[in-house]
């Protein structure tokens, strides 16, 4: 069932509030009287929101510091989002209200807004997950001393007719825009050649020469499903069930009598010998680290669940019975991201890159290239 929402927005939030345990908002403005409506009424029921962290905004008072600091000191969970836009108010599994109305008072009173609401089950969990993804982009909850940071922040600012002067401390999505692209974790290793996580990124990338290509046995066909321009991660595989991600690098799509291994790639890496098809890869980025060091793939899987890999996340929304996402890694030489498994893995990827730098292009030089190089199987396409 859906209604259709132009006006009294307050009074349909507050009817569906009510007996809900769990309310998730998004809107990219929040002000003090509708956030007070929603303390003085909402009981128990947990609260977690996303919004914009941008200080101009709270500057023009088109969204409210001192709203986000009454709903944390009672006990709401706040993320920010860089160009969030989207207005959406989900009440536990049983509705949710989509439209055009922020989280304000002009948004439930004043403005010529419209929206719906709905019961219907695959809108909700749509929503559902539409939070989520969100969600995970940020890995920061809003605290009191952040906001009380902003606040003296903004205390010190001068008016200005740059809108852009201050800072915003939303989460940026960084693959937002490259939904085109499919993106794919390649594992290393096998079970009887795992490793310790004091093994270093650099013998990994001098064993396996994962700079320039990505091997398989062929065994299973060619790897037809990677195409020119996905994003492939790296993972190796090490002792326990831990597979740590080192790399990455952008795909060039398989082509059966240039990607194979030639004589010249046998005499140089002769395990090649038995894994001689290859996806070609460019612009490779290597963590200069120990695995240990490196985002690990139990830190995905804990956080996203099924959502993590595209085939169960399939199985979800399709309504069969979910294998845990560990069993879609296992024995299988590859396996595609979700997106927001992609942005997730993304930010923790740049996080580690910055903190332990990247393996250089003067030491990935000095190894063998292949036969032909990367740069002529590109400027022979």
Not at 133 to 157: A, F, G, P, V, Y
Not at 284 to 299: H, N, Q, R, Y
Request: proline share 3%; aromatic share 10%; net charge positive.
């Amino acid at each position: 069932m859906i209604e259709v929402i132009s006006k009294n927005w307050l009074a349909y939030f507050l009817e569906e509030l009510e007996n809900t345990d769990n309310v998730f908002l998004i809107s990219p403005f929040v002000t003090n009287n509708i956030v007070n409506h929603l303390l003085s009424n909402k009981k128990k029921a947990k609260i977690q929101l996303i919004t914009r962290f941008n200080l101009n905004d709270f500057r023009s008072r088109v969204s409210s510091l001192s709203a986000l600091k009454k709903l944390v000191s009672k006990g709401a969970e706040i993320k920010g989002i860089q160009n969030l836009h989207s207005k959406v108010y989900i009440f536990d599994n049983k509705s949710t209200i989509i439209g055009s109305a922020n989280f304000t008072s002009g948004g439930f009173f004043n403005n010529y807004e419209f929206g719906i609401k709905t019961i219907d089950q695959v809108t909700i969990s749509n929503s559902k997950m539409y939070f989520q993804d969100l969600w995970q982009i940020n890995s920061e909850i809003l605290t009191i001393n952040q906001i009380e940071d902003w606040e003296k922040e903004l205390k010190n600012s001068q008016p200005t007719s740059n809108n852009n002067e201050l800072p915003d401390y939303g989460k940026k999505a960084l693959i937002q825009g490259d939904r085109k692209r499919k993106y794919f974790i390649k594992n290393f290793g096998s079970d009887d050649s795992r490793v310790n996580t004091s093994f270093t990124t650099k013998e990994e990338i001098d064993r396996s020469h994962c700079h320039w290509a990505l091997t398989f046995s062929g065994k299973k066909g060619r790897p037809r499903k990677y195409r020119n321009g996905d994003i492939v991660y790296m993972a190796r595989i090490l002792h326990g069930t831990e597979y740590a991600i080192f790399g990455k690098a952008i795909t060039l799509k398989h082509v059966d009598n240039r990607d194979t291994a030639t004589h010249a790639d046998i005499r140089a890496i002769p395990w090649k010998d038995e894994w001689p098809v290859y996806i070609r890869v460019k612009d490779p980025v290597l963590i200069d680290a120990t695995m240990g060091d490196c985002p690990k793939m139990s830190e995905l899987i804990d956080t996203l669940e099924y959502d993590s890999f595209d085939k169960p996340q399939k199985r979800f929304l399709e309504g069969k019975p979910i294998k845990s996402a560990w069993g879609s890694l296992r024995q299988q030489a590859d396996v595609e991201l979700t997106e927001i498994a992609a942005e997730w893995l993304e930010n923790k990827f740049q996080e580690t890159k910055n903190k332990y730098g990247e393996v250089t292009a003067q030491y990935l030089s000095g190894l063998y290239q292949g036969n032909p190089t990367i740069k002529e199987v590109i400027d022979n396409a």
